[in-house]
């Protein structure tokens, strides 16, 4: 057996314990009960066109989710010393700034595409950078970036909002193929390009031994600063990707971006439980993304205000963290 097929055992097999099985199997039974209880309670919650819409407008949080989960798998899941990556909200408000400037200002469609999605994989490159030549925690690392990149979009936009328009925004925003908007069918492209290259390649394979056992990755061979910091930039074009996607649905730049980071790390920390083996994962991902679409729809359809649903994220959060260390501790003790 090779050192990579040693390496992609503890990647992919599940563990012995029954735990993380049970998580995996309660967290799919709990999606259920909250589906049928808003199917129950809300009007039109299981309508074709109203499940349509909460696959594009959960979109942009779950295309930041996904670069958060590269990221974690990456750097390893520690809250303080593995994988993170804060300013993936910042980036996007940067990015969205950055393309309906060059927009306004009548640059090409490709060179206001390129130009965007080029921010945001420069600002992943830099927190990569951040961590492993200044040698800085990814928490530390990347919430510098955060104030940083918030401070540039400022800058840029003024702390005003940039209204744009364009066929690519116009096509996102109101296009539909099949009878489903364009905007989910970005996630789900995404979410199957990602899943490929994480899941389903020898890079993905990699890419997790080196987050979970960077020893024997090191031992093995494997460069660990180069798939790091690949997470990393895969991480700035998901944020340039769904910077794209929010200017189609807002119609150009938005202040406030930053407010979405506490839904991006509860999405990336949830998706985690719709694993057998409670590791990070794309389509755990897209499920929790899934998960908290359907939670502030069925608020919405129920006239619930929507300030409960950072209240239910914080608790997902914090059960979803005490779950995972009691089986870490569980498995110290075996």
């Not at 389903?200 to 460069?223: D, Q, T």
């Not at 608790?315 to 110290?332: C, D, R, T």
Request: with cysteine; net charge neutral.
């Amino acid at each position: 057996m090779s050192s990579l097929e040693t390496l992609a055992r503890p990647a992919t097999e599940p563990a012995n314990n029954l735990l993380p099985r049970l998580a995996q199997r309660g967290s799919l039974l709990v999606f259920g009960l909250i589906l049928l209880v808003f199917a129950m309670t809300a009007p039109n919650f299981l309508s074709a066109g109203n499940i349509a819409n909460v696959f594009a407008q959960s979109a942009i949080l779950g295309i930041l989710a996904f670069g958060l989960t590269c990221v974690v798998i990456g750097g390893g899941n520690h809250v303080v010393s593995g994988g993170l990556d804060l300013s993936l909200a910042a980036n996007l408000g940067l990015c969205a700034a950055v393309y309906s400037s060059l927009n306004n200002q009548g640059c090409e469609a490709w060179q206001a595409l390129s130009l965007t999605l080029a921010c945001g994989v420069l600002v992943g490159a830099f927190n990569g950078l951040a961590v492993l030549l200044l040698g800085l925690p990814p928490l530390l690392a990347t919430l510098a970036s955060m104030n940083l990149v918030a401070g540039l979009e400022l800058v840029l936009t003024q702390n005003s909002v940039l209204p744009t328009e364009s066929a690519l925004l116009a096509s996102l925003a109101f296009g539909y193929w099949l009878g489903v908007p364009a905007l989910a069918w970005v996630l789900l492209a995404v979410a199957a390009l990602l899943t490929l290259l994480i899941q389903h390649s020898a890079f993905g394979l990699r890419l997790y031994a080196v987050g979970e056992y960077p020893e024997a990755a090191r031992a093995a061979g494997l460069g660990l600063r180069r798939y790091v910091f690949s997470s990393y930039l895969i991480a700035g074009a998901c944020a340039a990707v769904a910077a794209l996607c929010s200017a189609a649905f807002f119609s150009g730049s938005t202040t406030g971006s930053g407010e979405m980071l506490l839904s991006v790390v509860a999405i990336t920390f949830l998706g985690v439980v719709f694993s057998r083996r409670l590791t990070a994962n794309i389509p755990g991902t897209l499920l929790a993304t899934l998960l908290l679409g359907f939670l502030i729809n069925g608020f919405q359809l129920l006239n619930i205000s929507s300030f409960w649903v950072n209240g239910v994220q914080g608790v997902l959060i914090l059960l979803v963290v005490a779950f995972s260390a009691a089986v870490a501790k569980q498995e110290g003790h075996a």
